[in-house]
């Protein structure tokens, strides 16, 4: 079972752009974490927040949630080609079981 | 430090044969997670462990799929017998603190079952 939903579910940019990917989910959750992942590897963990955080930012990263409409985005500044991945929202719903997204696959144009 | 490791990054095989992939996590985590990624999804959670305590295996398929993490440390999942449809990625993930909630995860065992 899959509790986040990313949209889009596929962006091509031109690089230098900025990207926008956001996440739905279904419960009510702890945290929220973003993740990429490049083709053929595992995923690597990028940013986490907090259900009391509204806002969060790493490096060229910002992170915003909000609970009320129970919603994620993940922003990309200045987007460069090594950004080229997929990206997926996941949950933790208060009981460590952390479920993630279908993803969105970002495409940067050079 | 050494990441998380999995054995054998690809393996095919034909269908009824049985398959072993292998993770050992991060020195010291405690938590170790097996998911299941088809091509162009998401990971879903097949087991997560707490040392050697499977914690949470109400996603996996029991009649095929067995695991297990005898002393708490390096992890096995196994398939008897492969069906076609279980071609997809094996990922391990572990974690140190549940709290912070971020995985580690290993670069995946691919399964191609002909």
């Known amino acids: 079972s899959q509790q986040g939903e990313e949209d889009p579910q596929a962006l091509s940019i031109q690089e230098g752009e900025n990207a926008t990917m956001n996440c739905s989910y279904k419960?009510?959750?702890?945290?929220l974490q973003w993740y990429r992942q490049n083709s053929g590897r595992g995923l690597v963990h990028l940013i986490l927040?907090?259900?009391?955080?509204r806002e969060k930012h790493s490096g060229r990263l910002r992170v915003t949630l909000d609970t009320s409409k129970k919603s994620s985005s993940l922003l990309i500044t200045a987007s460069r080609a090594a950004d080229t991945a997929s990206y997926f929202c996941a949950t933790d719903a208060w009981d460590d079981k952390i479920i993630f997204g279908k993803g969105t696959r970002l495409h940067i144009l050079p | 430090e050494a990441g998380v490791v999995q054995s054998p990054r690809y393996k095919i095989i034909e269908k009824k044969q049985p398959v072993a992939f292998w993770c050992n996590p991060i020195?010291?985590?405690?938590?170790l997670y097996w998911y299941l990624q088809n091509l162009g999804q998401g990971p879903e959670l097949l087991i997560r462990y707490e040392n050697e305590e499977a914690v949470d295996d109400s996603q996996l398929p029991k009649d095929r799929f067995s695991a297990e993490r005898l002393k708490g440390v390096d992890s096995t999942l196994k398939i008897q017998p492969a069906e076609l449809g279980d071609s997809a990625v094996y990922l391990c993930?572990?974690?140190?603190?549940?709290?912070?909630?971020?995985?580690?995860f290993g670069e995946g065992s691919r399964l191609t079952v002909l």
């Open positions: 419960t009510s959750i702890n945290n």
């Open positions: 020195s010291g985590h405690n938590t």
């Open positions: 927040i907090r259900s009391n955080e």
């Open positions: 993930a572990s974690s140190s603190d549940t709290l912070t909630g971020e995985l580690f």
